[in-house]
C-alpha cells in the first residue's frame, strides 16, 4: 500500500548538516506516524526519530537530540531529517519507515513500511 523513497544521503566533514529526504506514495499518508532509523555494518537498526502523524510531536533518541530534527509535508507527501552537529558515529544507512497509527514507536518492528535507505558517511 505504501512505498517510501529516501534521498539526500552522502559525505559529510564532521560538523557539517545533511537533509534526507523520504517520498512516499500510496493512500492516506498523512495518517501514518512515521519515523527515521538507522543502521551500521555488524549493528542492530538504531532508533533515531519519529513523528506521530499529525506532526504535534517528536521523538529524538538521546544520541541525536539537539543535533537532528524530523518533519513532515502532508502536501507533498515527503517526510524529512535535518542533520546538524553531524560525527563519524553518525556514519551508516538510514532508513525512513511508517506505520499506520497516531501513536509514538521506537522499535523497527512496529513499523509495516520501509525505505531502502540511503548512505550517510562523515569523515574526520
Known amino acids: 500500500q505504501v512505498q517510501l523513497v529516501e534521498s539526500g544521503g552522502g559525505l559529510v566533514q564532521a560538523g557539517g548538516s545533511l537533509r534526507l529526504s523520504c517520498a512516499a506514495s500510496?493512500?492516506?499518508?498523512?495518517?501514518?506516524?512515521k519515523g527515521w532509523f538507522r543502521q551500521a555494518p555488524g549493528k542492530e537498526r538504531e532508533f533515531v526519530a519519529a513523528?506521530?502523524?499529525?506532526?504535534?510531536?517528536?521523538y529524538y533518541s538521546d544520541s541525536v537530540k539537539g543535533r537532528f530534527t524530523i518533519s513532515r509535508d502532508n502536501a507533498k507527501n515527503t517526510v524529512t531529517l535535518q542533520m546538524n552537529s553531524l560525527q563519524p558515529e553518525d556514519t551508516a544507512v538510514y532508513y525512513c519507515a511508517f506505520k499506520y497509527s497516531s501513536g509514538y514507536y521506537s522499535r523497527a518492528q512496529d513499523y509495516n513500511y520501509w525505505g531502502q535507505g540511503t548512505q550517510v558517511t562523515v569523515s574526520s
Open positions: 500510496g493512500r492516506s499518508l498523512s495518517s501514518y506516524s
Open positions: 513523528i506521530t502523524w499529525s506532526g504535534s510531536m517528536t
